[in-house]
């Protein structure tokens, strides 16, 4: 990935991933928000892609504003029903239930 993020940006979304909660997800909207960048949460994701390489980061607690897990993940369901996140059906976490509340 070209260097078009600041590593402080990178490690300033990380820090608010790391702090979700066991059983808990929270939404990129909703990390954005915590960073004071509420429109940028696709730049939560993109983040988030790359979070691999800079640490060991709890990347599979983070859906979208529906709940949707990531199409392309399939690991993301079996790690959050380990922690015994809810779902609402395949693809789509109970969002009422398991939403981090900070």
């Known amino acids: ?14 820090s608010v991933v790391e702090e979700i909660p066991e059983g808990c997800v929270a939404t990129y909207g909703q990390i954005a928000r915590l960073i004071g960048r509420e429109k940028n949460s696709r730049l939560v994701g993109k983040v ?4 691999q390489d800079y640490g060991d980061y709890p990347c599979h607690r983070v859906v979208n ?5 990531v199409p392309t993940w ?8 380990s922690e015994g996140v809810q779902m609402k059906d395949d693809m789509h976490v109970d969002l009422k239930k398991c939403q981090w509340k900070m």
């Not at 504003?65 to 897990?69: E, K, S, V």
């Open 1 to 14: 990935m070209k260097k078009i993020l600041s590593e402080d940006l990178i490690y300033e979304i990380l």
């Open 48 to 51: 988030l892609g790359v979070a």
């Open 65 to 69: 504003h529906a709940g949707r897990l």
């Open 74 to 81: 399939s690991e993301q369901r079996i790690l959050l029903e």
